[in-house]
């Protein structure tokens, strides 16, 4: 059963970086690709930041510019480095594993817990 644990959430003023974590167990992720999304407070859930085997990316406007996301499979994991966060990041983030039909990312692994992102002004 696959298990995503997504880490390194916190309390951060404008303008400053943050490093999101997800480690992934239960399957090998080299074949696949991931996403995260984030559920801002009173908001649905919307996905920032995709990453395609091959390398390309692709960016929700609002982050475009200020997160990249990145894959390690060495470590089974899938980063998110978020720079010159704004207080419209505030936001629960989530990671994912899964596939792109066609051009739609299309997740298959369950929700891990999320990390809180809070950006103060």
């Known amino acids: 059963q696959v298990q995503l644990v997504e880490s390194g959430g916190g309390l951060v003023q404008a303008g400053e970086s943050l490093r999101l974590s997800c480690g992934v167990s239960g399957s090998i992720i080299t074949a696949m690709a991931a996403g995260w999304y984030r559920q801002p407070p009173g908001k649905q859930r919307e996905l920032v930041a995709t990453i395609r085997r091959g390398g390309n990316r692709d960016y929700a406007d609002s982050v475009k510019g200020r997160f990249t996301i990145s894959i390690n499979d060495v470590k089974n994991s899938v980063y998110l480095d978020m720079t010159s966060l704004k207080p419209e990041d505030t936001a629960v983030y989530y990671c994912?594993?899964?596939?792109?039909?066609?051009?739609?990312?299309?997740?298959?692994?369950?929700w891990g817990p999320g990390t809180q992102v809070t950006v103060s002004s």
């Open positions: 994912t594993i899964g596939t792109f039909i066609g051009a739609t990312y299309s997740p298959t692994s369950r």
